[in-house]
């Protein structure tokens, strides 16, 4: 009888463990071949900007180097700005602003002292990425003309490479897929033309 009994449970285990397989819960692959956890992240990525900040590459530093001229006025950020001057924006138009690896200066900026700095040997950073345009409108309220849906745009900060602080001045930079640049000053946005390929 208790041999009987033995056999029995003998049998009842390995019945068992051939059920449950290694113990481990079987894994859903996704059609996409990506883990949710990843599939998450790269929706995250796109709907989101990051905002790590991280030094120039040097695609970008050759695009982003040199003199450039204040082109044209884009139009204004949903924000209302008093110092925006609108509806034609800051006189800026004409004006040059020079961005190179050992100086950043924008003491061509003719008629607002304002918005005139110098700073030798800055830190240039991207401050956010945003991989298309829904994702840079959710972040900064622009509105850039002729902005592409899949359109990667970098915000550049510039700063004092001791201090981490930002220039004085009201001026900030979007690179768009290295072929654009951008100024917004306050709630105006200007596009910007170079004039001169020199970097330092």
Same mark, same amino acid.
């Given at each position: 009888?208790?041999?009987?009994? %033995?056999?029995?449970?003998?049998?009842?285990? !390995?019945?068992?463990? %051939?059920?449950? %397989?290694? /113990?481990?819960?079987?894994? !859903?692959?996704?059609?996409?071949?990506?883990?949710?956890?990843?599939?998450?992240?790269?929706?995250?990525?796109?709907?989101?900007? $990051?905002?790590?900040?991280?030094?120039?590459?040097? &695609?970008? &530093?050759?695009?982003?180097?040199?003199?450039?001229?204040?082109?044209?006025?884009? %139009?204004?950020?949903?924000?209302?700005?008093?110092?925006?001057?609108?509806?034609?924006?800051?006189?800026?138009?004409?004006?040059?602003?020079?961005?190179?690896?050992?100086?950043?200066?924008?003491? /061509?900026?003719?008629?607002?002292?304002?918005?005139?700095?110098?700073?030798?040997?800055?830190?240039? &950073?991207?401050?956010?990425?945003?991989?298309? $345009?829904? $994702?840079?409108?959710?972040?900064?309220?622009?509105?850039?003309?002729?902005?592409? =849906?899949?359109?990667?745009?970098?915000?550049?900060? @510039?700063?004092?490479?001791?201090?981490?602080?930002?220039?004085?001045?009201?001026?900030?930079?979007? @690179?768009?897929?290295?072929?654009?640049?951008?100024?917004?000053?306050?709630?105006?946005?200007?596009?910007? =033309?170079?004039? $001169?390929?020199?970097?330092?």
């Amino acid at each position: 009888m208790k041999k009987e009994i %033995g056999v029995l449970m003998l049998s009842c285990i !390995v019945f068992l463990s %051939g059920c449950g %397989g290694s /113990g481990n819960p079987a894994s !859903v692959m996704q059609g996409s071949g990506e883990s949710p956890s990843k599939q998450v992240t790269t929706q995250q990525n796109n709907e989101y900007c $990051s905002l790590e900040r991280t030094s120039l590459d040097s &695609e970008t &530093e050759k695009y982003f180097y040199g003199t450039w001229n204040v082109e044209k006025l884009l %139009g204004f950020a949903n924000s209302y700005n008093d110092a925006s001057e609108y509806p034609t924006g800051q006189k800026f138009i004409g004006d040059e602003i020079i961005i190179k690896k050992d100086l950043f200066s924008s003491k /061509g900026i003719k008629n607002y002292s304002r918005y005139q700095t110098e700073l030798r040997n800055p830190l240039y &950073e991207f401050t956010a990425t945003c991989n298309n $345009s829904d $994702s840079f409108y959710r972040l900064y309220k622009l509105d850039i003309p002729n902005l592409n =849906k899949n359109d990667v745009v970098k915000a550049i900060g @510039v700063s004092n490479p001791s201090t981490k602080i930002s220039i004085p001045v009201s001026l900030s930079f979007f @690179v768009v897929n290295n072929e654009k640049l951008i100024l917004l000053s306050e709630a105006t946005i200007f596009e910007l =033309k170079k004039i $001169s390929d020199k970097i330092n």
